[in-house]
Nanobody, 125 residues
Framework: VQLQAFGGGLVQAGGSLTLSCAASGSTFSRQTIAWFRQAPGNEREFVAAFRGSGGSTYYADSVKGRFTISRDNAKNTGYLRMNSLRPEDTAVYYC???????????????????WGQGTQVTVSS
C-alpha cells in the first residue's frame, strides 16, 4: 500500500484547508484511515480516524467541531477538512491506513502500518 498526502499550505488563522490522501491497492474500503500531525519538537499526535468497518469516526478533542474526516472508497481517497484553523494547528500532517486497527488502538500511531509522506500545514496569526 502506498499513500500520497497533499493539500497542505499556508493559511491565515480562521481559514480552511482540505487535505487528501490517495491510497493504492484494492483494500482501501476495509482499512481504517487516520490523520496524525507532528509539530517541531513535539511527538506525533492523533487528529482523526475513519474506520473501514462500520464507518465510525473519531477525533482528537483539540479538533472536534472544526475538522471533518471523510473518505471516498471509489476513489481510494481519504480527506481531512480543516475549518477555523488556529496557529497551534501548524504541523506536518500524515495520513495512515491499516486493515487491522482495533477500536481501542484507533488513536495510536503504532497501530498503523502504512504512512504517507506528510504535508505541511502552516497557520499564520
Amino acid at each position: 500500500v502506498q499513500l500520497q498526502a497533499f493539500g497542505g499550505g499556508l493559511v491565515q488563522a480562521g481559514g480552511s484547508l482540505t487535505l487528501s490522501c490517495a491510497a493504492s491497492g484494492s483494500t482501501f474500503s476495509r482499512q481504517t484511515i487516520a490523520w496524525f500531525r507532528q509539530a517541531p519538537g513535539n511527538e506525533r499526535e492523533f487528529v482523526a480516524a475513519f474506520r473501514g468497518s462500520g464507518g465510525s469516526t473519531y477525533y482528537a478533542d483539540s479538533v472536534k467541531g472544526r475538522f471533518t474526516i471523510s473518505r471516498d472508497n471509489a476513489k481510494n481517497t481519504g480527506y481531512l477538512r480543516m475549518n477555523s484553523l488556529r496557529p497551534e494547528d501548524t504541523a506536518v500532517y500524515y495520513c495512515a491506513v491499516d486493515s487491522s486497527v482495533i477500536l481501542s488502538s484507533v488513536r495510536l500511531s503504532r497501530a498503523y502500518k502504512y504512512w504517507g509522506q506528510g504535508t505541511q500545514v502552516t497557520v499564520s496569526s
